[in-house]
């Protein structure tokens, strides 16, 4: 599996307060629990996935690895891994890949017809928050026109939103990915945004700074 932008931006960002527990939940690759692992040097990371390849791939990617004592691959979904895993966390991180090519419609309900992504976020809303420490949080990534969509979901479910990033391809464009920071408790928003590109192929210096740590070259 490529290493993602999306990926390797949530990997930067995700966690605050020096996390000591963390669930990589839809892991592919492992290159957000493996990002995450070198940030924090304390960390025990628990990486998940549905597919048995990714599982393979990403424990290939973690035994290679120099933090891998602090990596641990489980071949589950997200519902298994809840029911049976006694182990709560600190931060939870997801780069979904159910909104591939896709598109939300105007209304939630269409969309909760037309979409089973609807059906995996309300699990990982619901079943999330009961593996989540008092004070830990959940980070996800998404296409920015299905924000409004999942502030909504996360609502019903008691989740409040501490932070938000939103992603820009160029200086002038639209947000195409967000960010956004959840937690079980109510905070103060914090709002930024990161631009990727100055111009077609020349990374900003935003950008740069940000994956100076983990890129060999830029």
């Given at each position: 599996m490529k290493v993602g932008t999306d990926a390797a931006i949530l990997g930067a960002i995700a966690g605050t307060n020096h996390p000591k527990a963390i669930l990589d939940v839809g892991t592919g690759s492992g290159i957000i629990s493996l990002m995450l692992a070198?940030?924090?040097?304390?960390?025990?990371?628990?990486?998940?996935?549905?597919?048995?390849d990714a599982i393979l791939q990403a424990n290939e990617n973690f035994m290679a690895s120099a933090w891998s004592d602090r990596l641990q691959t489980v071949p589950s979904s997200l519902a298994n891994f809840c029911s049976k895993s006694p182990k709560t966390f600190d931060l939870i991180v997801s780069n979904p890949p159910y909104f591939s090519n896709k598109h939300?419609?105007?209304?939630v309900a269409r969309t909760n017809a037309r979409?089973?992504?609807?059906?995996?976020f309300e699990e990982l809303f619901s079943l999330t928050i009961q593996k989540l420490n008092k004070n830990g949080e959940m980070v996800l990534i998404f296409p920015f026109n299905s924000l409004d969509f999942l502030i909504e979901l996360a609502a019903k479910n008691n989740w409040y939103i501490t932070q938000q990033v939103l992603v820009h391809s160029f200086p002038n464009?639209?947000?195409?990915?967000?960010?956004?920071?959840?937690?079980?408790?109510?905070?103060?928003?914090?709002?930024n945004s990161i631009i990727i590109y100055e111009s077609p192929n020349v990374y900003t210096a935003q950008f740069k700074k940000l994956?100076?740590?983990f890129y060999l070259q830029l």
């Open positions: 070198q940030r924090f040097p304390s960390a025990q990371i628990t990486a998940i996935d549905i597919d048995d939300f419609a105007n209304s979409h089973t992504d609807s059906i995996f464009d639209e947000p195409v990915r967000v960010i956004v920071s959840f937690k079980r408790e109510k905070e103060k928003l914090s709002e994956l100076a740590d």
